[in-house]
């Protein structure tokens, strides 16, 4: 009877391959609707429900987005004149006027958080953050204000929102740092089709008849862009631009030639050309470049492919047939029906154990809050800082390039999951909503929620001997299994998987996994060392990907130390062994961090790291914690926590390395972390050995890192003894295995069509 389950599934997606484009959702709906056709007689029972069943969130979700009338309520009060701000309408606006750039949810103070949590009292006052463009002041800046307490009332106040930065300008930047905007493109748009339209012979004879007359002009068959840094301290501001083939793997089809611009001010009449980069080498002015193309020293062996399609997604049946590929893939199913409960609009999430609040920023995209494992916090806050990208290369835009992808909005680039292949059938998915001017905007459908199978067991043991021809006398196995959240961000050419997988036995991963194009630089033969040829003309752009998050630890409360157990091997003598003398052997050399740092894992994984309140020891008279295990490349911080020091980056900081309005080494000043509030701040990453495989695009296989946090001495026992999805296994006197399944059987369902199979068969096939 499961079998049927299963053919109807499988019946369905045959259904969904044969049809040109089914709208997304298609696979899901038949699912569902052929389940709600199921039958309920003696025989058979119910098919999984696929609905998660609802609770309700015991408080209030203080970190919940602004929502739209907060958004619109704001946005009306930061425009009425009475504030003073002086604002135009983004659209209507120019680089010497003052406009909001974008208005977020400013998140509550932890020291306002944990007595509301943990207490009686009121849920604390919500407030928004907008960063507003101030281009129209004396000193041209850019300022965050702080906008509240929500909803918007008289006691309402718009305030500079200074304290969560130290670099000394507080919640201002200057004009030359702050977001390269739509605007300021605009302003230097002038300059760069003077420039190309005075070299358009020379494009279009080097790059086989491309040239730029500007981004509106129908003759312009090349795109431009240019990354960040575009200032080092505000003080200056440039732009590096490269130009590619449009297209829609237009990143993989860049071709060589950058033009340097300063774009200083908000006076575009004074920008200038810093010099060309072509050919592998710097012409300072049109005229160099002139003089170099006619005497003939430019040229190419070469071209960059014209062929927009090389490199998409797209089935590409000259690769070859593979045996059996026309079947479906194996996919995990929720048979038994969802085991975790959600409070939808609290955004409130249940699961063997676990309860959690999501929140959600257009910066950060998903966080997670007062995550509680059997009722004791674990963590107060998880959540993504940054996700960075440096890059390396020969070219002024490879060599020039490091992207902070918060700068970006990483959050707003969280778009639409694929059931059944970005996330299993099944999954629950909910929209992500942010704000841009005046409206609300939705993604739909841009997290999921899960449980899979780990596809392996959580634990096992068979104890031998016994009479049975199996060998053994006993056999216990405990299905694996975790509750997943996931988004993918799409920043531009990067696709990052953002997984954050709570694990049934207490412990909890983040994984980072990315794929999406390259950016690609044009290919030399002799620049081997910044990138392998991957087409004719693109060389894969070695890279580095850091992501830096934050997890603020509370290991029962917030009084937690970081414990460091080293492996030391020690020369030792015994009495019991005379005949070695001073022999060597295997030690732990325990000790606490005492001060606020930064740290590397040391080599071979020869240390633990531990967050512990030693305070609270378990049965066994251990500290209780939780272990940070590292997977692939990553490093550590451990700060004390303050409500002044909630971020590891500011989304402006890219374009001010040389001052950064938030400075991270400044958390560290010495403060003691020995049973304090700590927050562990860690990076994953891969280092990007692009390869010839990274295209089309690369891979989640190869490129993915995480960590996990595991009970170290929380509990007395591994958490798994709870967990009646085991089995327990044991020979009879007959020889025959008898097995306890405590109840939890696999579920068996039974589904009648409407019409019979062979029909459904029939439609398919036309
Ligand atoms: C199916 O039938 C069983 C027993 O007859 C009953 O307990 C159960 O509630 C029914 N389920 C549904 C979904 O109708
Ligand atoms: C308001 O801003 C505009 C630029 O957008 C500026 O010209 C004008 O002087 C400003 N008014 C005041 C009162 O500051
Ligand atoms: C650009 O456009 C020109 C004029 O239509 C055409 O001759 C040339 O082939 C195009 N080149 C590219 C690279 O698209
Ligand atoms: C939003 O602002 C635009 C002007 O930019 C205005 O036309 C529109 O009515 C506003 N919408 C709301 C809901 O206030
Ligand atoms: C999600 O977004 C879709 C499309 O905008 C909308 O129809 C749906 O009601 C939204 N769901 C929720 C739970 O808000
Ligand atoms: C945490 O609990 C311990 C007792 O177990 C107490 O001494 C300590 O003050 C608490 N810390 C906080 C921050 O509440
Ligand atoms: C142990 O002693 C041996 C011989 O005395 C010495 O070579 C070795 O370095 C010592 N090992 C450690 C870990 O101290
Ligand atoms: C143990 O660690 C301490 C520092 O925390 C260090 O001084 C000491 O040498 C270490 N002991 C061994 C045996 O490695
Ligand atoms: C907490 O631990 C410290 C030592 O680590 C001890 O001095 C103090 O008495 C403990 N407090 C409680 C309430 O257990
Ligand atoms: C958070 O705390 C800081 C002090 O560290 C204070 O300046 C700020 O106003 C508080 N923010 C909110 C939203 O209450
Ligand atoms: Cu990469």
Known sequence: MLLQCLTLVTLGLGLVASSALPPLGYERRLLRSAFDKRTNDSTTKACPSTEAPATFAPKENIWAPISADDNLAVWNLLHDSASGLNLTLP???????????WID???????????????????????????????????????????????????????????????????????????????????TEPLIVLVMTELADITSALFQGAVYYGSSDERTNLSLTSGTPASYDGTQAFRNIMFRFPGPTTYMTPIDFFLLIDCTGTDSSLYFLKGIVTNERFFKTTEELRAAFEAGELGYDYDQTLDADWALVDYKPELGVRALEERFAPSSLELGGKRYKLDKERKYIEYMGWSFYLSFTRTLGIMFYDIKFKGERILYELSLQEATAQYGGFQPKAAGTVYHDTYYSLGTDMGVLVEGFDCPFGSTLWNVTYHEANTTVVNPEAICIFEADS????????????????????????????????????VGNYDYMFDYSFHVDGSLETIVR??????????????GKWGPRIQAGTQGSLHSHILTYKADFDIVNSSNSLEVSDLVVVNQTQPWFPELGSFAQMELNISTMTEEQQFNWTPN???????????????????????????????????????????????????????????????????????????????????????????????????FSSITFSPQNFFDRAQDGDLRNRRWVVPNEEGELEYDAYGVELPTCEVTFEEPVDEILTVQET
């Open 455 to 490: 596809g392996f067991p959580l634990s096992r043991h068979r104890t031998g001997g016994g009479d049975s021809e199996y060998g053994f006398q006993n056999l216990g196995t405990v299905k694996g299994a975790q509750l997943t959240v996931r988004a993918v961000a799409t």
């Open 605 to 703: 994984n020869q240390a633990m790291y531990c967050v512990i309140n030693k305070n609270e020891t378990n049965k066994w008279g251990q500290a209780r914690g939780y272990r940070i295990t590292p997977f692939s490349k990553s490093h550590l911080a451990v700060t004390r926590q303050h409500d002044n020091e909630p971020y590891a980056n500011s989304v402006q900081n890219i374009n001010m390395p040389f001052k950064p309005q938030q400075d991270f080494l400044k958390f560290f000043d010495g403060e003691s972390i020995e049973q304090e509030d700590i927050v562990v701040w860690f990076n994953l990453g891969m280092h990007h050995f692009t390869r010839a495989e990274d295209v089309p695009v690369t891979l989640y296989t190869e490129a």
């Open 105 to 187: 949810t400013l998140h509550t103070n932890k020291s306002d958080a944990i007595p509301y949590l943990d207490g009686d009292g009121p849920a604390p006052p919500k407030y928004a953050r907008a960063i507003i463009f101030e281009g129209g002041k004396e000193v041209p800046v850019s300022q965050e204000y702080m906008i509240g307490p929500l909803p918007v009332g008289p006691e309402s106040t718009i305030e500079k929102l200074d304290y969560m930065y130290n670099g000394g300008m507080g919640g201002a930047v200057p004009f030359n740092g702050r977001y390269f905007d739509s605007q300021r493109s605009a302003a």
């Open 514 to 527: 990315a794929s999406g194009y390259l950016q690609s630089s044009f290919y030399f033969a002799d620049q």
């Open 91 to 101: 659209d209507d606006a120019v680089l010497t006027n003052n406009y909001v750039s």
